[in-house]
């Protein structure tokens, strides 16, 4: 089979990325560029300042990866441009949809929509210059991020169904505003987990509640967040107060510093809650599909304790587990040249003329065609 060679753009959130990808596995070139640092001041990303920064990188990246294919004698051969188009923020989307959409209809190449979750998904069938297998299907699909906490079923086709996800916070979403109340830095959910790790071995963890779900695979993680608000109130001495607006409990927190013991434990009991309820979801998954192999990816399958625990569950149902390199966790755009490939191979997507214009999505669920 000829293995396309795809450019691929992603700017879904705060990444600005472009990477060339051979046969959806093979990463040629790529170039990220991170606005953590942009964001940090502020807690979290704001979509008009993401927006601006991907106006300034994604030219830049675009002009580093073609130079690169350039100098490896493959720059005529890319047949394609796969694109973020959803779920993410619009601004942001709209940015990396346009500049790519312009330099392929500059060139007469056509785009390919791809969905950002099912990006974090290939994720697991790139490589580098390490030969690795690639995964077996049909598989079981762990997308778990700051933004998105779902379960899928992948088919050997390639073709997506949606299990079940978080009915409120994401997994990293829970991670990160726990660990702005406790003072850690931004990104939060790197830091609380190097907090937790900080616990003593053997210590005793108060537990954290999570909530029971309608749906056999859905995740709820709001409530470990009231549980860890609540602990750290009572151990900055505000037994008194109930939870309250994120800035309120900030400045709360600021004026009574919570001891580093407290924040520790905290971390630790936030750490093992979510983890427990993912690896909990993932094991009611593979035991209802004994067919199935199991593959992890977005950002906070980056989180030791949770791949440890994944690789656990994998064992104990004798399955195979793939996990991307931590590279591939975090949002890229090989990961999107992957999707562009898989779409294309399975015919569940097909190549647009840019000149139509190329629509964004704030929303877009996994497995679905591209929204009217």
């Not at 064992?315 to 779409?343: F, H, Q, Y």
């Amino acid at each position: 089979m000829r293995e396309r060679l795809l450019l691929s753009i992603e700017s879904s959130c705060d990444e600005s990325a472009v990477a060339l990808v051979r046969g959806g596995r093979e990463v040629l070139a790529e170039r990220v560029a991170s606005q953590t640092a942009i964001h940090a001041p502020f807690g979290g990303v704001i979509p008009e300042v993401a927006a601006r920064a991907h106006h300034e990188w994604l030219p830049r990246l675009l002009g580093e990866v073609l130079k690169e294919a350039e100098g490896l004698g493959v720059a005529s051969e890319i047949e394609g441009v796969a694109l973020t188009t959803g779920p993410g923020l619009v601004g942001s989307l709209l940015v990396g949809a346009g500049i790519g959409s312009a330099w392929a209809w500059a060139r007469g190449l056509p785009v390919l929509n791809v969905n950002h979750l099912e990006g974090h998904l290939r994720a697991a069938w790139l490589r580098d210059a390490a030969e690795v297998e690639a995964p077996t299907l049909p598989a079981i699909g762990l997308v778990v991020s700051g933004g998105h906490t779902l379960l899928v079923r992948i088919e050997r086709d390639g073709a997506v169904q949606r299990l079940g996800g978080t009915i409120d916070d994401a997994a990293g979403e829970a991670f990160d505003k726990i660990a702005r109340l406790l003072g850690a830095p931004y990104p939060g959910g790197a830091a609380l987990s190097a907090l937790a790790a900080k616990a003593p071995r053997g210590a005793q963890i108060t537990p954290l509640p999570i909530a029971k779900t309608e749906g056999l695979y859905d995740f709820s993680f709001s409530g470990v967040k009231t549980a860890a608000i609540r602990q750290a109130l009572v151990a900055s001495g505000l037994t008194d107060q109930s939870p309250g607006r994120a800035t309120t409990l900030t400045r709360q927190f600021a004026e009574h510093p919570l001891p580093e013991a407290a924040a520790i434990a905290i971390a630790a009991a936030t750490e093992q809650a979510i983890v427990g309820a993912l690896r909990a979801g993932v094991q009611r998954a593979l035991r209802a599909n004994p067919d199935c192999s199991l593959i992890v990816g977005g950002g906070v399958a980056a989180n030791g304790p949770l791949r440890d625990a994944l690789a656990n569950v994998a064992s104990e149902e004798r399955r195979t587990l793939v996990v991307p390199p931590l590279k591939w966790c975090t949002d890229n755009a090989a990961m999107i040249g992957a999707a562009g490939e898989a779409l294309l191979r399975d015919e569940r997507g097909a190549y647009q003329d840019p000149s139509a214009g190329v629509e964004v999505h704030a929303q877009w669920r996994i497995g679905t065609a591209v929204p009217a």
